[in-house]
């Protein structure tokens, strides 16, 4: 049995990974966390909690401050078992790509949303994805303790071959590089993080030109959930399972 966290978890790809663990990897979750900035405005996700498993907090990622709260109402669920699985899922895109655009305060939120939440929101899970580890409780696939930071091809500096997307990239390769820390700091715990690209997909991010449905793009990732071990520490993955480059 086990337990999975995922953030901005209303909309979007967030809501698909909630949808996709709640219909078909039932048996083996006990307990899934979705966090949305505001219940009130979580209709669809709200709705889910018709499934005991599902358990919905609200977060906001540039409210560093209240990770550890967080983890402290995720540990009264959890109890000694830990939590197996966190994705740092939500994130944000400015319009403001060009150069000539480019402002310092979205600079600054980007980074903000995209790196230091994640990163701070990893720092107040650390505990709880250690006890997970230490009960090599069976987790969704080959790993007992996994954080899955979600990033995108536009981190990649060899791919990038359209400039632009100053705040986006920037914040991007600093989650990248981020997660190969982490998955060096919590190798001996057992814990692996990844940085995973979930293909440019239909969402309000991805916009209607996306060539991937939410539906499509989340059976990627959560089969890759069940695949990931050692060999994808601290890597950065497209949601088939390919590696891309730096
Ligand atoms: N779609 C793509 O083609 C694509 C490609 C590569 C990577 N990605 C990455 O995939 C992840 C999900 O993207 P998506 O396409 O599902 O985007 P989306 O539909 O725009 O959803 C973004 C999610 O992030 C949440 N969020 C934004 N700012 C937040 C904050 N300050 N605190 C907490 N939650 C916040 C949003 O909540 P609200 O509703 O409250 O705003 C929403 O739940 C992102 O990390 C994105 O960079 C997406």
Not at 91 to 100: E, M, P, Y
Not at 154 to 159: A, Q
């Amino acid at each position: 049995m086990c337990s999975i966290l995922i953030t901005g978890a209303n909309r979007g790809i967030g809501l698909g990974l909630v949808k996709n663990l709640l219909v078909h990897q039932q048996p083996k979750i006990q307990h899934i966390f979705a966090t949305c900035r505001d219940k009130g405005k979580a209709k669809e996700l709200m709705e889910l909690t018709t499934n005991s498993k599902l358990h919905v907090f609200e977060a906001d990622l540039i409210d560093h401050g209240s990770f550890f709260n967080l983890a402290s109402q995720v540990s009264n669920v959890v109890k000694d078992k830990g939590l197996n699985v966190l994705i740092n899922n939500a994130g944000i895109s400015s319009k403001f790509t060009r150069i000539g655009l480019v402002k310092s305060e979205d600079l600054l939120n980007h980074f903000k949303v995209n790196t230091i939440g994640p990163i701070m929101l990893t720092q107040a899970f650390v505990p709880l994805l250690k006890t997970a580890s230490k009960t090599n409780s069976n987790s969704v696939g080959k790993s007992s303790a996994v954080i899955l930071n979600i990033s995108s091809i536009m981190s990649s500096i060899t791919l990038n071959n359209q400039g632009g997307f100053y705040p986006y990239r920037t914040s991007k390769v600093a989650l990248n590089a981020a997660t190969k820390s982490l998955s060096i700091d919590l190798k001996n715990d057992g814990i692996i993080a990844v940085n995973l690209h979930p293909g440019w997909v239909k969402t309000s991010m991805g916009g209607a030109n996306a060539p991937l449905s939410i539906e499509e793009s989340v059976a990627g990732i959560c089969k890759l959930l069940t695949e990931i071990n050692q060999s994808y520490n601290g890597g950065l993955y497209d949601y088939q399972g390919k590696q891309l480059p730096w």
